[in-house]
């Protein structure tokens, strides 16, 4: 059977007091959007819309760059859950299957519990979930007959005794394409919001004699977000999901409350995760590194056996290779370290690429940027670059060659050559002593003044 899945998210989001449109704002750094298409992937859609509205110039932008597969279905206006899910209507033109709805602002509906949908839609036209609310506040409620649904009747419309009901819609519905847009072209706004419902089309598929039924999750799975406290909220749920696949998954984290993850951070068995590390997006560690204390990451590599940190920087197209160590207040970005490589200290390593088993001093700095253009700095394999080397790029250093301390490198070094770029040292004999005694006597006197 095939699948589309429509994410609704045309909706403002007045809530969250943003400039920025709510399904733009991250969850482990992607786009609260991105989590629902994340978790109706599992379904191997064959197509994706995502239906926006307010902000719809920045999501439309933000969705092509997540992927640019999903198609996007403009709500100008806010008329409700119905008519939006219309909107995505000329999107799903000559599909056949079944349509998943989901919300772009409810990113923990898990896959089984989509699968658990497509499995039940074996037997029903309409599959609802829904979820035994804790507080069921202003949710639609599921008025049940048997295993059956009956229809779904929102908050305000609702009676005494409907309102008692604890059974909550959670907004996801799966119908066959046909029958879902059918029965939306029968869906009215006469009702206590003027809005076109999508949980009206419950009441129309029964009056049809379509049978409509729910399946349930738990209730932490259908969290929305509509402040920047569920948002904050919504973030720590995320991250302790993390941290708890990461332990499962064999990597170690010394103190795992304070490791922050992506949505996309991948860490291999045996690694070691120290206190207070930061993962960006588009992070892979292999197995058998040691990511160290405060050390912040984002689009890089680490192979196996390598070190990082303490207090280290790694910036996109950072690539590690086997066993090489970067050490502390180092920052690396688009740079290839080869296998054994070392940058133990205070260096800034940028458009660059450093060999095998080369050693890279303290202090050393890749002038990459002359202000307007990068320029890429190439060093060899089982070199030696001396501490406080200012290399400027663009630049070559041969394998086996050396730098002497504090040079300014601003042409290539032969292979085996070193490099000496600094003035010659010049010692006075005595001259430091005779200094000390003039500025000690200038003390004096001004004290002896000053009183
Ligand atoms: C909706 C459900 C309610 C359910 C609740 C769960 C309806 C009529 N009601 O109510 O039964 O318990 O969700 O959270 O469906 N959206 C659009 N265009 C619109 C209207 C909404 O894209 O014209 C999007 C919103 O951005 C949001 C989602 O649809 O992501 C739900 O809309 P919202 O207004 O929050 O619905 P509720 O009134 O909360
Ligand atoms: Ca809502």
Avoid: W
Wanted: glycine share 10%; hydrophobic share 45%; aromatic share 6%.
């Amino acid at each position: 059977m095939s699948t589309a899945l429509i994410v609704l998210a045309a909706g403002q989001g007045t809530r969250m007091n943003s400039d920025l449109p709510k399904v733009l704002h991250p969850l482990g750094g992607a786009p609260l959007f991105a989590h629902a298409l994340a978790a109706g992937a599992a379904l191997d859609p064959a197509r994706a819309v995502l239906v926006v509205g307010h902000g719809a110039d920045a999501v439309r932008a933000a969705a092509a760059d997540y992927d640019d597969t999903i198609a996007i279905a403009e709500q100008s206006e806010q008329l409700g859950t119905a008519h939006a899910v219309a909107q995505a209507r000329a999107a799903l033109d000559g599909f056949a299957g079944d349509v998943f709805v989901l919300y772009g602002d409810t990113p923990f509906i898990r896959a089984e519990t989509l699968m658990a949908m497509a499995e039940a839609r074996r037997d029903h036209a309409v599959v609802v979930l829904g979820f035994e609310a804790g507080d069921p506040g202003r949710y639609g409620r599921l008025v049940m007959d048997g295993a059956r649904l009956d229809r779904i009747v929102e908050f305000k419309d609702a009676s005494p005794e409907e309102r008692a009901i604890t059974l909550c819609n959670s907004g996801v519905i799966c119908a066959d394409a046909d029958t879902l847009f059918s029965l939306i072209d029968a869906v009215g706004n006469d009702n206590a919001s003027g809005e076109y419902y999508l949980t009206d089309i419950v009441g129309l598929a029964n009056a049809r004699g379509l049978s409509a039924t729910a399946v349930t999750c738990p209730e932490a799975e259908t969290l929305g977000i509509n402040t920047r406290t569920e948002l904050a909220a919504a973030e720590a749920i995320f991250q302790a999901f993390k941290r708890a696949e990461a332990l499962d998954n064999g990597v170690t984290l010394i103190a795992p409350e304070t490791v922050h993850f992506s949505h996309d951070t991948y860490i291999g068995r045996d690694s070691v995760i120290e206190q207070n590390v930061v993962f960006g997006p588009e992070v892979t560690v292999e197995s058998g590194a040691r990511i160290r204390a405060f050390s912040h990451l984002e689009g890089c590599h680490v192979s196996r056996g390598a070190t990082v940190g303490p207090y280290a920087r790694l910036r996109p197209g950072a690539e590690l290779s086997e066993n090489v160590h970067v050490g502390n207040f180092v920052e690396i970005k688009n740079a290839t370290l080869d296998q054994g490589a070392k940058v133990n200290h205070l260096s800034y390593i940028g458009d660059a690429s450093v060999g095998e088993a080369t050693n890279i001093g303290a202090g050393t700095i890749t002038c990459n940027y002359d202000g307007v253009f990068k320029h890429h700095t190439a060093i060899g394999a089982r070199a030696f670059i001396g501490s406080n080397t200012m290399l400027v790029a663009p630049v070559t250093v041969g394998d086996e060659a050396m730098t002497a301390s504090g040079s300014v490198i601003t042409s290539d070094v032969p292979e085996g050559a070193l490099a000496v770029a600094r003035t010659r040292q010049d010692n006075k004999p005595g001259l430091a002593r005779k200094m000390f005694d003039r500025l000690r006597a200038q003390k004096a006197r001004k004290q002896k003044e000053a009183k």
